[in-house]
């Protein structure tokens, strides 16, 4: 665990990184949803021993308040996820008004928005401008620096697979890209686990991997050119694997929801409580709000989204 606990980029001298609190009670969930997975499958094995333990050491696990909740990173070789980021161009779409290398800075939490320094200014320093797929870099960041991550795979309740399967796929959405392209580095990914050790005990039962796209992207049934997607999430392999990912399939019991990050990354709880407060006070007319844009789709007439926004420009609000 050494090249990846490196941060991804250089801070300048003086710059402090960037935190958020919001994303603390977000692992603790997290982990405590896989934790519960994991024992429903009985993949959580306690074992007895004669040994004799001393005193010290009962009192140390005892009052060890990571137990249970220690987290392992694997090690990745760089192509699966400092290399995409360092090849960030290679992940912008002709169409992206912004270079997606632009939201790569303050570990993934984007350019920092307004000067967040003037009194009069409307952002405070906590407000990013943060790209909504870059939640696979935001989530390694902050494991790196979890309370509760270690260097012992044996301790681990949780084995954390740092492949950013979703930035990879961007690099691939272009039509010319045939399907052996957009698979090839899920398979290659996997070859590598499977040779681990951490990987062999349990098939990879424990380990859990982030995706910062919905699940459908990584779910392409059709080996045709044409269709959408990669394969990710149909290979032998993944069927071991929990997938924390935005949108989960209902049918799969080895997908947890999360959401898409926001612009709000606080840097305590003041803040947060600062940030409800003024909500609470604000004068608001319409309790509804809506993000999104026009699909485009030859039944775009029964998508929900074209029928909230037909209703949000009828409206004279």
């Not at 290679?90 to 912004?98: A, F, G, L, Q």
Request: proline share 5%.
């Amino acid at each position: 665990m050494d090249n990846n606990n490196n941060s991804i980029e250089d801070q300048p001298a003086g710059k402090k990184k960037p935190t958020t609190v919001l994303l603390i009670p977000c692992l603790l969930i997290t982990t405590s949803m896989l934790l519960l997975y994991l024992s429903q499958k009985k993949i959580i094995l306690i074992s007895s021993t004669t040994t004799t333990i001393s005193d010290s050491d009962h009192s140390r696990l005892r009052y060890d308040p990571c137990v249970g909740r220690y987290i392992y990173i694997h090690n990745l070789p760089s192509r699966f996820n400092k290399d995409i980021l360092q090849d960030c161009e290679s992940i912008s779409r002709p169409k992206d008004k912004t270079s997606m290398c632009r939201y790569i800075e303050n570990s993934g939490f984007g350019p920092q928005m307004g000067d967040g320094d003037s009194t009069d200014s409307k952002y405070s320093r906590s407000w990013y401008a943060t790209n909504q797929f870059m939640l696979e870099v935001i989530f390694h960041e902050k494991m790196k620096t979890y309370e509760c991550l270690t260097s012992n795979s044996s301790l681990a309740s949780a084995i954390y697979v740092p492949y950013y399967a979703g930035l990879d796929l961007r690099r691939y959405m272009q039509w010319s890209c045939n399907v052996s392209e957009r698979d090839a580095a899920g398979k290659e990914m996997f070859k590598w686990l499977k040779k681990q050790p951490q990987w062999k005990g349990l098939s990879g039962k424990n380990h859990f991997l982030v995706t910062g796209r919905i699940s459908k992207d990584f779910r392409r049934y059709s080996e045709d050119n044409s269709s959408w997607g990669t394969n990710l999430m149909l290979l032998p392999e993944s069927q071991n694997l929990s997938f924390l990912t935005i949108e989960r399939s209902p049918k799969r019991q080895n997908e947890f929801a999360i959401p898409y990050p926001t612009y709000f990354h606080p840097n305590s709880v003041v803040e947060i409580r600062q940030w409800q407060d003024k909500m609470k006070l604000t004068n608001r007319t319409v309790l509804f709000s809506f993000a999104g844009a026009q699909r485009p789709s030859k039944n775009y007439k029964g998508l929900v989204r074209t029928q909230v926004i037909e209703q949000c420009n009828s409206s004279s609000k």
